[in-house]
Nanobody, 128 residues
Framework: QVQLGESGGGLVQAGDSLTLSCAVS????????VAWFRQPPGKERQFLAA????????YYVDSVKGRFTISRDNAKNAVFLQMDSLKPEDTAAYYC?????????????????????WGQGTQVTVSS
């Protein structure tokens, strides 16, 4: 399994931008897909975006397309989530997750159940 660690969360104002980082380490993960999820208080964990580690192909849930950007830096073993035009409803704990799953399979059924490795999460709070 891989080990994941998120950072970059914090308190921001509506309209601000924030970039989250996910440090990835562990056994070879060239075939992995890494994804970002969030979990607002009292709600289920929500899929946001995923990226294939090898090719860098991406997939987004419709609700964040154009506002959130997922990327990876193979040299730094990191995946990022850039979030622009943040809204109060973006307030949540944000998690990165990874598994040896094809991005197309993730895109066909983007659920947290596909991912076995998780970070500890980082809190993002957007004030109005």
């Amino acid at each position: 399994q891989v080990q994941l660690g998120e950072s970059g969360g914090g308190l921001v104002q509506a309209g601000d931008s924030l970039t989250l980082s996910c440090a990835v380490s562990g056994r070879p993960f060239s075939t992995y897909t890494v994804a970002w999820f969030r979990q607002p208080p009292g709600k289920e964990r929500q899929f946001l975006a995923a990226i294939s580690w090898n090719a860098g192909n991406t997939y987004y849930v419709d609700s964040v397309k154009g506002r959130f950007t997922i990327s990876r830096d193979n040299a730094k073993n990191a995946v990022f989530l850039q979030m622009d035009s943040l809204k109060p409803e973006d307030t949540a704990a944000y998690y990165c997750a990874a598994d040896n799953a094809d991005l197309r399979a993730v895109a066909s059924a983007p659920t947290w159940r596909l991912f076995r490795s998780w970070g500890q999460g980082t809190q993002v709070t957007v004030s109005s």
